[in-house]
Nanobody, 122 residues
């Protein structure tokens, strides 16, 4: 399985960004798609996850109500819509795929994409 993330950038506080993750290869083994992030000097943390079929969805408390994870219209592509962004959302964001169901911990994810930088700053 290969994962290609895109969509990061610089945005002002309160703004929005949309990240995308395209999966390819043996996608039949994937049960859960997730997004994680890592800020400088901090450990990687869970952001959101979605079952391969599109539901259920899970969110970290810090992003619930502001971020939305979904299946995109393009085949085997997932998106993370990030609204009301805050400076503390600044991090490198990684998409990941898990063969487990209901996976919310990084150690349950088998495949990782390259990171995409999200910077929230005025």
């Amino acid at each position: 399985v290969q994962l290609q993330a895109s969509g990061g950038g610089l945005v002002q506080p309160g703004g929005s960004l949309r990240l995308s993750c395209a999966a390819s290869g043996r996608t039949s083994v994937i049960n859960t798609m997730g997004w994680f992030r890592q800020a400088p000097g901090k450990e990687r943390e869970f952001v959101a996850a979605i079952a391969w079929r599109g539901s259920p969805r899970y969110y970290a408390d810090s992003v619930r109500g502001r971020f939305t994870i979904s299946r995109a219209s393009a085949k085997d592509t997932f998106s993370l819509q990030m609204d009301s962004l805050k400076p503390e959302d600044t991090a490198v964001y990684y998409c990941a795929a898990s063969t487990y169901s209901y996976a919310r911990h990084g150690n349950k994810y088998d495949f990782w994409g390259q990171g995409t930088q999200v910077t929230v700053s005025s």
